[in-house]
């Protein structure tokens, strides 16, 4: 059986030597691989609707692998957003953190607590989605080699899949991700020229990014952001509703996520951007202290937040607002208590549906 | 005007022309005139980085901002981001004022900067609303750099970590 493995590179912003020569080099690497079909795309943040690198990206229907210069968490709930389900591939180059490792006994008080993340929405396609991040090493061997391993076990599931159906043991939910034409479930719907897929988009874009696999649907930050970015879908849950509404070089809303469920992929802060709990930032030395900065600062997480909402307000011709609008109560040191009649009646007038 | 001033980093001469002003805090040369040497409206100063924070970051790889012009900056104020092959920084307003005009060829090719910093290599021009007297000329920023060097070399040799710690304890220096 054949089996291919789609390899997607997506490129760095800007001109950036370093970066360019990796994702070249990358490239004319992996062209000579057996079994992979390879294209390059923009960044993935900037694929704005209807560029011919996400409507390529949205017809793939196989397993994929994703090389990108943003952390793979970021990567893959980005791709979620606009339609590209999967499984969440793992990749040994990016070893998940350990969840409560860094977390002090009062966090992991809290995690225990945590009312359970809802998850992606919708059928999610028996396919592996395998985001790598172009920042980890700077030769494309390591990755050549890792996409060797994943397009084996690609492999490997595919016959096991395969075997199964045969033995007419396949479970209803294998069928979800296959196309109608293909035994071999991949390659895509329509095919695009190198060209076409990398048109330059019209300008970078920022946008916050939901991990659903922490999301717990709270709404703070549909309370909080004051710019009408997120939404509500048909079932209640929280979507990044307007992605080019938000505004540019804000991050104020993943400072007021209860989860950290908030990424804002291009945003300087590792945490922000999606690293995992505990990863350490970039190698480059930060001279933001000898170029002017410092000088305000300090407070807590919701405290900045609000000032960098208020800066996006006057920005906008509008009234800061301070603490005064959208800012969760939290009640952070109170034991739950255990449930009264005054919840019972609140939970059925919720299920009322009015 | 003061003479031009030369501050010695290393094997690196970093040129403070004498014609010039500066935002020591930031790094930043501040000029009444534009490219061509004619004197822009009222008010306004154009900006750009001086050679000392080039030697500093060496190659600009990118360069961001997250204001557009036309708004209000305010002196401090972060307004933007860069990523060098050496380091990367926060980028912070060196007066308040409206932000008129940003240098639109930086954000495709930044390679202006290292290549003509006190020319082509501008970063903004600001439409300054109250008269930047925080900025000094090149005598004073030259002891300014001198003043900080031990501090700036032992930022730079300590990485990360010791930044907060000891930036915080330094003076302000907007002279």
Known sequence: MSGKLTVVISQAQGKH??????????????????????????????LQPGHTGRLY???????????????????????????????????????????????????????????????????????????????????????????????AETRARRQSRQAQQAAGKAPVL???????????????????????????????RWYPVIDYSRCTNCLECLDFCLFGVYGADG???????????????????????PHQAIMFPEYKTAAIAGAPVGAIGGLKIDLSKLFGGGVGGGGD?????????????????????????????????????????????????????? | MPEDQVFAIGKHRAHLPGNLLYAATNHLWAARADGSGIEMAPGVWRFGFTSYAIALMKDVYFLDWSFAPGLNVRHLEEIGHIETSKAESDLYCP?????????????????????????????YEIDCAEAPNHLIDATAY???????????????????????????TQGDDNG
């Open chain 2, 95 to 123: 007066a308040t004022g409206i932000l008129l005009r940003i240098n639109e060829t930086l954000l495709e090719d930044p390679s202006a900067i290292n290549t003509d910093g006190y020319g082509t290599g501008w970063l």
């Open chain 1, 17 to 46: 030597p370093v970066k360019r020569g990796l994702e070249e080099s990358l490239a004319a690497a992996l062209l000579m691989e057996p079994g992979i079909d390879l294209s390059i795309v923009p960044h993935l943040v900037d």
């Open chain 1, 235 to 257: 079932d209640g849950r929280i979507t990044v509703e307007n992605q080019d509404s938000c505004k540019k070089g804000c991050p104020a809303c993943s400072r007021v996520c």
């Open chain 1, 301 to 354: 997480a919701i405290a900045l937040a609000a000032q960098e909402r208020d800066r996006e307000l006057v920005k906008d011709g509008r009234e800061a607002v301070g603490l005064a609008a959208g800012i969760p109560k939290r009640q952070t040191d109170k034991a739950p208590a255990a449930r009264d009649e005054l919840d019972d009646l609140v939970d059925a007038i919720d299920k009322l549906d009015i």
């Open chain 1, 57 to 151: 990206l949205e017809g793939v229907t196989g397993d994929v692998v994703v090389l990108g210069w943003l952390y793979p968490r970021a990567a893959f709930w980005l791709l979620d957003r606009i339609g590209v389900k999967g499984q969440e591939g793992t990749s040994p180059m990016h070893p998940k953190a350990e969840d409560d490792e860094d977390l002090t006994e009062e966090g992991k008080s809290e995690l225990a607590e945590r009312p359970p993340a809802i998850g992606p929405s919708g059928a999610i396609p028996d396919r592996v989605i395998t985001c790598l991040d172009l920042r980890h090493k700077d030769k494309h061997e390591p990755y050549v080699e890792e996409i060797r391993r994943i397009l």
């Open chain 1, 174 to 204: 294998m069928e979800l991700g296959l196309p109608g034409n293909g035994t071999n479930g991949n390659g895509p719907i329509k095919s695009f020229s190198a060209e076409e897929l990398l048109q330059a988009p019209p300008g970078r």
């Open chain 2, 142 to 168: 030259r002891k300014h750099l001198e003043d900080n060097w031990e501090h700036t070399q032992r930022v730079l040799k300590g990485g990360i970590n010791s930044i907060s710690d000891e930036a915080d």
